[in-house]
C-alpha cells in the first residue's frame, strides 16, 4: 500500500491529500464502506452533519481496528445551526460519531444572507480551544466571505472546502485560498462521474493503463489540493486511492488544464445557496 502524501495546514498539523467521501453514503451502508474505505488505505474519511450518517461513519472507525489518531476525521455544520446553537449541533454531532474529537470541523454554506457565520465562527474558536476539534475550517467560502471572517476574527481557517473538478478548476478560488495559507480541498472531485467519459481524460487513461477516474484523482493531487471521491463500490472504492505509482506528464496537466469550463458548476452557488 503506498504511503499517502499529506499537506501541511496553517495551525501545523497535517491532512492526508486523498480521503474517502461521505455524502450520499446510506446511514446503513456507512460502518462497512468506512471499514472498507480504512482497509483499503484511506486515513481521511469526510462527513457531514446533513449527510445524515454520522452514526454510521463513527461505527466504521471504531470498529476498524485502525488507531483513532491515524484516522482524519471531518464533519461539517449544517446551515441551519449557524449562530448561537453551534457548539450544540457540534455535540450532537460528536455524540452521533460516539467519538471524543473531531480533526477537522466545518462551516458547511456561508449562507451569506443571515449573516451568522462569523458569530458561528467564534464559536468554532472556542470549541478549538476547549480540544474537541482539532483545526477548524469552512466550506464553500469565497474570497470574499474569507475575507469578513479574518477581518472580524483574526482567525484563518486552516481548509476551504469546495467544488472542483476538471469542467470547473477554480483557479481564482485556489489562488485566493493559497494567498491567505489555506488548503484547498475538492468536493465532487469527479464532476458526480460526467467527467470520466471525457476523450482527453480516456486517452490519457490509456497511455498510463489508469482509469478516468484515477487520472482525474492524480491531477488533483498534481496541483496540490485534498480530494474525497466517495463510491459506494469496494472495488472503486480501492481503485480510487490507487493513484500513487504513476504521474502526469506537464503536458498531460496541461491537456487536462485546458477542459475548465466557465459553466462548469454542478451544485449550489455559494452566494445564493443556504
Ligand atoms: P459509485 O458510488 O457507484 O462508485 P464525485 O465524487 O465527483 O461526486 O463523484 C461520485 C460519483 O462517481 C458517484 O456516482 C460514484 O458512483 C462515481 N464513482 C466514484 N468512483 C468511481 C470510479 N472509480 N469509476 C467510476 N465511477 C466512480
Same mark, same amino acid.
Given at each position: 500500500m503506498a504511503s499517502i502524501p499529506t499537506l501541511t495546514m496553517n495551525d501545523g498539523r497535517s491532512i492526508p491529500q486523498i480521503g474517502y467521501g461521505c455524502w450520499q453514503i446510506p446511514e446503513d451502508k456507512a460502518p462497512g464502506l468506512v471499514g472498507d474505505a480504512l482497509k483499503a488505505g484511506y486515513r481521511l474519511i469526510d462527513t457531514a452533519a446533513?449527510?445524515?450518517n454520522e452514526a454510521g461513519v463513527g461505527k466504521g472507525i471504531r470498529d476498524s481496528g485502525v488507531p483513532r489518531a491515524e484516522i482524519f476525521l471531518t464533519t461539517k455544520l449544517w446551515? #441551519? %445551526?449557524?449562530? +448561537?446553537d453551534a457548539a450544540k449541533a457540534f455535540e450532537e454531532s460528536l455524540a452521533k460519531l460516539g467519538l #471524543?474529537?473531531?480533526d477537522l470541523y466545518l462551516i458547511h454554506w456561508p449562507c451569506p444572507q443571515r449573516r451568522l457565520f462569523v458569530e458561528t465562527w467564534k464559536a468554532m474558536i472556542a470549541l478549538l480551544d476547549a480540544g474537541k476539534i482539532k483545526s477548524i475550517g469552512v466550506s464553500n467560502f469565497t474570497d470574499e466571505h474569507l475575507a469578513t471572517l479574518v477581518g472580524e476574527t483574526g482567525v484563518t481557517p486552516a481548509v476551504n472546502q469546495i467544488e472542483l473538478h476538471p469542467y470547473f478548476q477554480r483557479q481564482d478560488a485556489r489562488a485566493a485560498d493559497k494567498a491567505r495559507g489555506i488548503v484547498t480541498e475538492a468536493w465532487s472531485p469527479l464532476g458526480r462521474g460526467e467527467e470520466l467519459k471525457d476523450p482527453v481524460i480516456a486517452e490519457i487513461a490509456k497511455a498510463h493503463g489508469k482509469s478516468p477516474a484515477q487520472v482525474i484523482l492524480r491531477w488533483h493531487i498534481q496541483i496540490g489540493v485534498v480530494v474525497i471521491p466517495k463510491s459506494a463500490n469496494p472495488q472503486r472504492i480501492v481503485e480510487n486511492i490507487s493513484i500513487f505509482d504513476f504521474t502526469l506528464s506537464p503536458e498531460e496537466m496541461a491537456r487536462i488544464g485546458m477542459? #475548465?469550463? +466557465?459553466?462548469? %458548476?454542478?451544485g449550489p452557488d455559494p452566494a445564493t445557496f443556504c
Open positions: 446533513a449527510y445524515g446551515n #441551519d %445551526r449557524q449562530g +448561537p #471524543d474529537y473531531v477542459l #475548465d469550463k +466557465p459553466s462548469g %458548476r454542478i
